[in-house]
């Protein structure tokens, strides 16, 4: 019988989530979308869909004493990883379980709203926008930031492909869920249709570097649903599928690993 497991991490989701996809992808993004509103100390800002807090956590460093932060999630898994996450400085942000679509929040509470990678997840992203500037104060400014299609993320849709060839749709769907179909315009009118004022839409190229396509694989499932069907392939069927994608991707590996380009729409807006 062919042998199964040694993919199986010790942590849960959110915490290889914390672990292996914030330091490598989401604490740089973090960073340049509070460039993008200029947050200044005082500010009382909202982290909508904060999963474990990165955001959150640097908007608390700059706001300071006198602003106010809170991290809102639906997922109680990442609240707890953010909370365990805090850091002195960080120790004040409030963390709270609640829906995009549905904040808890009286209208004009907040200076800022920022949401990362998180608007794709939400079921009425129409809804959740008309929240983030129901809760906005006047002039408010918000920072929203989506991951482009597949199309221009071509490592991951080799990723994806992969998945679903080895493991099934289910898990080709779950690795493209973070990449939507949506074009800068339609980031546009949902500003537009929400009411927000001088929206901007601009596109992001970062990249995103693992030791090996192995460990890009292996980091990526571990910090999603997918940690558990992966970790019981087949070994010979986990190492085929390793191996189609070090063929699909052998143009990005160089001395230090693996680099992969990925395009993000970062949209500002203000209330
Ligand atoms: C890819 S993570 C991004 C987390 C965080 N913003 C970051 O940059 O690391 C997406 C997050 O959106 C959250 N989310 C999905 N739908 C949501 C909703 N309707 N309301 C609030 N959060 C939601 C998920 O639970 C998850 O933590």
């Known amino acids: 019988m062919a042998e199964a497991g040694e993919w199986q991490l010790a942590e ?13 992808l989401f604490a740089p993004w973090a960073e340049r979308l ?6 200044q100390k005082g500010d009382r800002v909202l982290d909508v869909g904060c999963g474990t807090g990165i955001v959150a956590r640097y908007a608390a460093g700059v706001v300071g ?20 996450t ?16 549905d904040l808890p929040f009286t209208d004009g509470t907040f200076d800022v709203v920022l949401c990362q990678q998180a608007i794709q997840f939400v079921a009425d992203p129409s809804a959740a926008l008309r929240e983030m500037r129901r809760v ?42 973070p990449f939507p179909d949506w074009e800068g315009e339609m980031l546009r009118a949902l500003a537009d249709d929400a009411g927000f004022r001088d929206r901007a ?12 396509i192995e460990e890009f694989v ?33 143009e990005y590996v160089d001395d230090d690993g693996i680099v992969i380009p990925l395009e993000s729409y970062v949209l500002v807006a203000h209330r």
């Not at 679903?164 to 749709?169: N, Y």
């Open 12 to 24: 849960s989701g959110p915490e290889a989530y914390e672990q292996y996809l914030v330091p490598a």
């Open 86 to 101: 805090s850091t002195e400085v960080t120790s004040a942000v409030e963390w709270r379980r609640g829906d995009a679509m």
């Open 65 to 84: 004493d006198d602003g106010t932060v809170v991290g809102l999630d639906v997922n109680e898994g990442m609240l707890e990883v953010a909370r365990a």
């Open 201 to 212: 839409v601009t596109i992001e190229i970062s990249a995103v570097r693992y030791p090996s």
């Open 136 to 177: 906005l104060a006047p002039y408010g400014r918000m920072a929203i930031s989506v991951l482009r299609p597949l199309a221009f993320n071509p490592g991951y849709g080799v990723l994806a492909d992969a998945l679903e060839r080895h493991i099934g749709d289910d898990a080709g769907a779950m690795m493209r869920s």
């Open 34 to 39: 509070i460039e993008r509103v200029d947050l």
């Open 218 to 250: 292996r980091r990526e499932a571990a910090s999603s649903p997918l940690a558990g069907p992966l970790g019981s392939l087949d070994r010979d069927v986990r190492g085929t599928l390793i191996r189609e994608i070090e063929d699909a991707l052998g």
